[in-house]
């Protein structure tokens, strides 16, 4: 199986880091955001690694625009990717960077999982809420989120 994880730097990469265990004797891949930290996680975790650059928008002038530009600059480097892959599964734990690639995944009829944060205690993140309409499992890791949120499952802490 080829396993497609994305996820954005920080917090969100650093949880799924801690699944890492769990993809082993897979052909996994990793999307993340182009950092000085990330450019060495193809070596430490033994994974084929895509770094994309991050567009933060800083400037409060035309930021709609400017936000919109960048998610098509990470829309299509994440089609090329994806074209380039065929991953059977996309696996996030979040941030911005796993929408395009999580719907992208769904239109070819691929397995999209999401695993919110632990720190999501009474929301969905807006990744989250962006993806629970498509996702084939969405893992939450507070059990009365499932009671607001129908779709999600509780598997207990994952993270």
């Not at 035309?62 to 996309?90: H, Q, T």
């Not at 499992?137 to 507070?142: A, C, M, P």
Request: aromatic residues 12%; glycine residues 6%; positive net charge.
């Amino acid at each position: 199986m080829k396993i497609c994880l994305v996820c954005s730097q920080g917090g969100h990469l650093t949880e799924l880091m801690e699944l890492m265990d769990a993809f082993k004797g897979h052909d996994a891949f990793l999307v993340t955001h182009d950092e000085k930290f990330t450019r060495s996680m193809g070596d430490v975790y033994h994974i084929k690694t895509y770094l994309i650059k991050d567009f933060l928008v800083r400037s409060l002038r035309f930021k709609a625009l400017r936000i919109l530009g960048n998610i098509a600059v990470i829309s299509w480097n994440e089609v090329r990717i994806f074209l380039s892959e065929r991953p059977d599964i996309v696996i996030s734990t979040g941030s911005e960077i796993a929408i395009p690639i999580a719907y992208l995944a769904k239109a070819f009829g691929k397995r999209v999982v999401f695993i919110e944060s632990l720190c999501r205690i009474e929301d969905l993140s807006f990744t989250g809420r962006a993806i629970y309409p498509i996702a084939d499992l969405f893992l939450v890791q507070w059990k009365h989120l499932t009671e607001k949120y129908q779709r999600s499952r509780y598997e207990g802490r994952i993270l």
